[in-house]
């Protein structure tokens, strides 16, 4: 008995869906592992030998990393990996501080019963039980910022805003949490790790208390300790590894 072409259908679109996610996890995997080196041709061929996927997935995987800025489109066809200075990454850790900002004030003007901050102040009461970062509770911790900083986005009610902040943060560098692991491993790690759980206590009493330019203020400079925690893993080979995306970044370029 033949099958419904529906249903032929949804399952062919299904494979191509899951090559296409496959394709673009892996390429994003090898690029952020430092597998090519930064201004390196990236040939399609290869990658279909390598990811087990055929050429159309392995393509628009390329498109998209493209699209989030991982990669350069050649005027002619063919991508290069993308370099970054250090100015750059700086600028989009800036930027990402820019909207959170707004996004902390509009959640201070917007919030409308104090039951809204619920999930926001489980996620940072989790935090705030952890003593100190270590290998064992670094994966619950960034699991836990990336909710609060999520949960902060929320509350701002801004779709537009959303949108916005998730083009920024597709750069691995400029993500909440790019920071967490590098800085488990620095010198000063306990310390800024401290200023971090103050900053989220302080910025949900801030939204609490409808201070909103308070509130924009405290996420501004909490995005610039993640600027400061790269500036200090820099002098440390073993933290800038474990940056991710850090094989994108050219130090030696301001």
Known sequence: MARPAGAVHGLDRRG??????????????????GDFGRGERISELPLVARLGVSRTPIRLALERLAH?????????????????????VLDA???????????????????????????????????????RLTIDSFSEYMDLNEAFHSAVMDLAKSPMLRRNLEQVIQLPFASPSAMVFPTSVLARSQELFSIANEHHHALVEAIAAHQGTRAESLAREHAFVGSRALELALSDNNALKRVPG??????SLR
Do not use: K, P, W, Y
Not at 110 to 130: I, K, P, Q, V
Not at 246 to 251: C, D
């Open 16 to 33: 191509e869906d899951s090559q296409i996610a496959r394709a673009f996890i892996g390429v994003r995997d090898l690029l952020l592992r």
């Open 68 to 88: 989030m800025g991982l990669l350069d489109a050649g005027v002619t066809g063919g991508f290069t990996v993308r370099e970054f200075s250090l100015s750059e």
């Open 93 to 131: 850790i800036e930027v990402r501080g820019v909207l959170e900002g707004t996004a902390a004030r509009l959640a201070a003007e917007r919030l409308s019963n104090d039951s809204e901050l619920a999930a926001l102040r489980r996620h940072c009461a989790g935090m705030e039980r952890m003593e």
């Open 246 to 251: 850090g094989s994108l970044i050219n130090v």
